[in-house]
T-cell receptor
Framework: DAGVIQSPRHEVTEMGQEVTLRCKPISGHNSLFWYRQTMMRGLELLIYFNNNVPIDDSGMPEDRFSAKMPNASFSTLKIQPSEPRDSAVYFC??????????????FGPGTRLTVL | KQEVTQIPAALSVPEGENLVLNCSFTDSAIYNLQWFRQDPGKGLTSLLLIQSSQREQTSGRLNASLDKSSGRSTLYIAASQPGDSATYLC???????????FGQGTTLQVKP
């Protein structure tokens, strides 16, 4: 398996622009997670899905952020409008299921977002 | 609210040394605890997962222990090598949800 695939790997945009990050989870995994990593706050969970349904979005910082999972093999994280403080590395992860004691999360390589 | 702390934040050791990384958590009602490795500019790689009913897990030169009652876990690395240089993150899985709470990590440098 190719692992979790994220695109783009790097994104540089200007404040106010819309940004869309993409993720393809590992085939057969039923849970998908979006994380954000910054020097100040470390690694934070933004939202996660079980069987394509959003379960917990309490980590989404504000209404400018939205996430969708239209099918089991694709998810997007959208920021509209983007702001400089959104600059971070965004990771997508997947696992066979959320909540299982043996369920390791597998991380993608991340998207480094810079908002000027 | 679960909080995860890792000490030290950074560690530099000579090659061949055995070392211990520490992780503490405030709420002992955990499902499991995982140790991850992160190389610069890369994603996270899972190293070891300890279920709440287990005391330790081993993989090669790595050994992770878990003491739920005291809210602590350690990652022991034997005979360290320069290739072990990376950031090591501890994450706690609380309850039967998917949420992992991460520590800030320990950045390890192993000098040849």
């Amino acid at each position: 398996d190719a692992g979790v695939i994220q695109s783009p790997r790097h994104e540089v945009t200007e404040m106010g622009q819309e940004v869309t990050l993409r993720c393809k989870p590992i085939s057969g995994h039923n849970s998908l997670f979006w994380y954000r990593q910054t020097m100040m706050r470390g690694l934070e969970l933004l939202i996660y899905f079980n069987n394509n349904v959003p379960i917990d979005d309490s980590g989404m910082p504000e209404d400018r952020f939205s996430a969708k999972m239209p099918n089991a093999s694709f998810s997007t994280l959208k920021i509209q409008p983007s702001e400089p403080r959104d600059s971070a590395v965004y990771f997508c992860a997947s696992s066979f299921r959320a909540g299982g004691p043996r369920d390791t999360q597998y991380f993608g390589p991340g998207t480094r977002l810079t908002v000027l | 609210k679960q909080e995860v702390t890792q000490i030290p934040a950074a560690l530099s050791v000579p090659e061949g040394e055995n070392l211990v990384l520490n992780c503490s958590f405030t709420d002992s009602a955990i499902y499991n605890l995982q140790w991850f490795r992160q190389d610069p500019g890369k994603g996270l790689t899972s190293l070891l997962l300890i279920q709440s009913s287990q005391r330790e897990q081993t993989s090669g030169r790595l050994n992770a222990s878990l003491d739920k009652s005291s809210g602590r876990s350690t990652l022991y690395i034997a005979a360290s090598q320069p290739g072990d240089s990376a950031t090591y993150l501890c994450a706690v899985h609380s309850g039967n949800t998917g949420k992992l709470i991460f520590g800030q990590g320990t950045t390890l440098q192993v000098k040849p």
